[in-house]
């Protein structure tokens, strides 16, 4: 079963946007981290946020922000004023329990397309 | 500081011939993990290495996928003989322990014919 759902294939925005990337989860272990990597067209993941179950605060970084819910099992991500470099595919992962945090269960991502 | 490196950065090549992925993680990180992303399908894991050791290989799709990292440095993946189904994106990634963030490679592209 499909433990991480991004339910958006694709989203275009013009540049100066803002941009919500949807993120639902499915676990049972208490303990778990969610993740976001974003894979530019050069092909790498690189690494975004990681956040653990027990943090629910919310965090911005930059344009960037992160809107953590237990209750709806949603870890969704924001940019806020997006901007051409922020074209890439966006992946939401998760770990659970004890597992590495290398060991990591991906969403199908989303392409962000951003047009100037 | 270089990052996750892997090679080729594409193979394309025939049913049942063998292809061998190459892996160089970080240096000193001593996990290293691989995963595939077959045409419209997740990114898949495959296996974790902690230095020389197979200590999760519970993705491992099928026995024609060998994995290995001999002296706990570079890892390969050979597939062995190549099917369609397998034609996808494998990446590697490594981290220093297993609670830190894995870094990722830029990924091979398998295409077999």
């Known amino acids: 079963a499909q433990k991480v759902t991004q339910a958006q294939t694709e989203i275009s925005v013009v540049e100066k946007e803002d941009v919500t990337l949807d993120c639902v989860y499915e676990?049972?272990?208490?303990?778990?981290?969610l993740f976001w990597y974003k894979q530019p067209p050069s092909g790498e993941l690189v690494f975004l946020i990681r956040r653990n179950s027990f943090d629910e605060q919310n965090e911005i970084s930059g344009r960037y922000s992160w809107n953590f819910q237990k209750s709806t099992s949603s870890f969704n991500f924001t940019i806020t004023a997006s901007q051409v470099v922020d074209s890439a595919v966006y992946f939401c992962a998760l770990s659970e329990g004890t597992d590495s945090w290398g060991k990591l269960q991906f969403g199908a991502g989303t392409q962000v397309v951003v047009t100037p | 500081e270089a990052g996750v490196t892997q090679f080729p950065s594409h193979s394309v090549i025939e049913k049942g011939q063998t292809v061998t992925l190459r892996c160089d993680p970080i240096s000193g990180h001593d996990n290293l993990y691989w995963y595939r992303r077959v045409m419209g399908k997740e990114i898949k894991f495959l296996l974790h290495f902690v230095k020389e050791s197979k200590q999760d290989e519970s993705g491992m799709p099928n026995n024609r996928f060998l994995a290995e990292r001999t002296g706990g440095t570079y890892s390969t993946l050979k597939v062995q003989p190549a099917e369609l189904e397998d034609s996808g994106v494998y990446f590697c990634?490594?981290?220093?322990?297993?609670?830190?963030?894995?870094?990722f490679g830029q990924g091979t592209r398998l295409t077999v014919v």
């Open positions: 990634a490594s981290s220093l322990t297993v609670n830190t963030e894995a870094f």
């Open positions: 676990t049972r272990d208490t303990t778990y981290y």
